[in-house]
């Protein structure tokens, strides 16, 4: 009885030796180089101190042109929204990506498939088989169910999954960080048309007052008053009027031209823009604390995280493919085969009939002992793409502090700037009422109390120009705190390193 049982027992032990030794030779993965490491959010105190002076909830708002209060602005920003052709791009990258998260999760799965098929042939006269030299055959098979599944021991089809996830969730972002560049380009573009609009206005006034002036020295000129110089400075500076006028045309149809693009229109869309001016800038005022935590809701800075995450889950993948490999396929069906000079008409009924049946269950392993090396370039390259991705976040986050800070100073210095120029010109308005009280009572003539006017004008015409830099700093602002774009993704923290029995996502 022993001897019996010796040859099945030794024949376990050497298959379970055998198995541990195959594992434990596959089962080596090579160690990298140190990952990278995420920066911690730099210190913004005294960038970011005294931001302002009400106290917002939560700032900016998702639809934060609308408090501009500007009808025409807030059409184009709908018009943009439906038609841009950027949009739609962005809309179809993620809808590509959202497709590869089916395609992968479908490794979780079994796959079912179902096969039939008919085949005619004839065996050699001169074969080796000499019981069938010479003979025709017909035969059919019909498997209505085949099932492939492969098992996922180690982890490598979900994490498959999560990275895949994660690049959807990175498109999905991307799409608004989208969305806010193009808002932005069409807030600015706007705000700089309605301004070059203004001042075509004041030009337009200014080439008018010029024309006066020359009027008045070419007069002066005939009755012998003035020299033929003053005339001649008057329509220089005439000339000088019309250029400019001729200028702001042009940049205004240029900027006409943009938001049509923008909006994904053509040249006409826009010919009649810039016909409400009134901009209510007072209503984008700061809040009075501006919490450092507003950069998570940048789309860049959220994207550039779901890639680091999606290359941390490759790399998991990358380490599962050093271990074996264990699958199942099984079958159920019928299929027969007859000789037809037995009458190949009598097939189908030998193929229905129960002798025909067959099933089959053929589970897998297999060990991937030598690939020349391929494993190890592929966990390489993808230890290196993590890597790319941490210093691509570094490198987006430190950039967004940056443009943080340069508008929040922009912001402060336009509005002092813009505070001083009201200033300016309400001197030069009391100059301009002096001139006319002089004039009335005939101590100066008309030449001079149209150089008062030219130079309130002139004031004003730096003024919009001001009006347009204040509000599009807010437009920057905006911009660099993510234009209202919400994510419950978390700022990553230093951890420390992994062992090698783990695998933390931040660290591989």
Avoid at 10 to 37: R, V
Avoid at 112 to 133: C, I, K, P, Q, W
Avoid at 452 to 481: I, M, P, T
Wanted: hydrophobic residues 45%.
């Amino acid at each position: 009885m022993t001897r019996r049982f010796m040859p099945t027992q030794s024949f376990l032990i050497g298959c379970y030796a055998g198995l541990t030794l195959m594992i434990s030779g596959c089962a080596w993965i090579p160690e990298g180089d140190k990952p990278a490491e995420f920066l911690n959010t730099p210190s913004m105190e005294h960038a970011l101190s005294h931001a302002g002076r009400s106290e917002l909830g939560h700032w900016p708002h998702e639809c934060w042109w609308r408090e501009f209060g500007n009808a025409e602005l807030n059409n184009l920003m709908a018009t943009a929204l439906k038609e841009s052709p950027s949009l739609k791009a962005a809309a179809a990258r993620l809808r590509q990506a959202q497709a590869l998260v089916r395609v992968e999760g479908a490794r979780l799965l079994p796959f079912l498939d179902a096969a039939a098929g008919v085949e005619t042939g004839r065996f050699s006269g001169n074969g080796y088989n000499v019981a069938l030299r010479g003979e025709n055959i017909v035969a059919a098979f019909i498997t209505p169910l085949s099932l492939r599944y492969q098992f996922d021991f180690w982890g490598k089809n979900r994490a498959l999954l999560e990275a895949a996830l994660g690049e959807a969730d990175a498109e999905k972002v991307e799409q608004a960080g989208v969305l806010l560049q193009l808002t932005g380009s069409i807030a600015r573009s706007y705000i700089h048309g309605i301004a070059l609009r203004q001042q075509l206005d004041l030009a337009h006034a200014m080439v008018e007052l010029r024309r006066g002036l020359l009027d008045i020295d070419e007069t002066r000129l005939r009755l012998g008053l003035d020299s033929a110089d003053q005339a001649k400075q008057a329509a220089i500076e005439l000339e000088q009027a019309n250029k400019r006028e001729a200028g702001l045309r042009d940049q205004l149809n240029i900027q006409r031209n943009l938001l049509a693009r923008l909006i994904g229109g053509g040249p006409d869309s826009a010919k009649n823009l810039f016909g409400d001016t009134a901009i209510k800038a007072e209503k984008m005022q700061l809040p009075a604390k501006l919490p450092l935590e507003l950069l998570r809701h940048r789309p860049d800075l959220a994207s550039a995280l779901y890639r680091a995450e999606a290359s941390a889950q490759r790399i998991k993948a990358g380490k599962a493919a050093f271990l074996p490999t264990i699958d199942l396929t099984a079958f159920v069906g019928v299929n027969a085969l007859r000789f037809t000079t037995q009458g190949a008409s009598s097939l189908a009924n030998l193929l229905f009939s129960g002798s025909s049946f067959s099933y089959g269950i053929a589970p897998g392993l297999r060990l991937p002992w030598f690939e020349g090396g391929r494993l190890r370039g592929e966990l390489s390259a993808q230890r290196a793409e993590y890597d790319g991705a941490v210093e691509l976040y570094n490198e987006t986050l430190l950039h967004a502090v940056q443009e943080a800070a340069d508008s929040l100073s922009r912001w402060r210095q336009t509005q002092a700037i813009l505070e001083a120029q009201g200033r300016l010109l309400s001197a030069q308005h009391e100059n301009l009422d002096l001139a006319q009280q002089r004039f009335r009572s005939g101590l100066d003539d008309r030449r001079a109390l149209l150089a008062h006017q030219h130079a309130v004008l002139s004031q004003e015409y730096a003024l919009k120009a001001l009006e347009a830099d204040q509000r599009a700093a807010v437009v920057d602002l905006v911009e660099a705190l993510g234009g209202g774009y919400v994510n419950d993704l978390k700022t990553p923290e230093q951890t420390p390193e992994p062992k090698q029995s783990g695998w933390l996502p931040w660290r591989i």
